[in-house]
């Protein structure tokens, strides 16, 4: 499943984007509430996992649809 193009697309350009928008508005919420160091681990470690996780994605998309191209 994870090996189909509209899959990939879906990952890369809506899911994961819009997940690292939403940690990095909780991480900055945290910071301006208080809690400081938590909203700056939010902030760094999960917003970039989300941020890489989507570029892998992409990454991974285009390999599918040029293996795509390829066979047929």
Do not use: C, D, H, W
């Not at 400081?36 to 996780?53: D, E, M, P, Y």
């Not at 570029?55 to 066979?71: D, I, S, V």
Request: aromatic share 10%; no cysteine; net charge positive.
């Amino acid at each position: 499943m994870l090996k189909k193009p509209e899959t990939l697309f879906v990952l890369g350009y809506m899911l994961l984007p819009l997940f690292a928008l939403l940690s990095a508005i909780v991480g900055l919420t945290m910071i301006l509430g208080g809690n400081k160091i938590a909203g700056a681990i939010v902030l760094v470690v999960v917003t970039q996992v989300f941020a890489f996780g989507a570029f892998y994605a992409l990454r991974l998309r285009k390999a599918a649809m040029q293996a795509e191209t390829n066979r047929g």
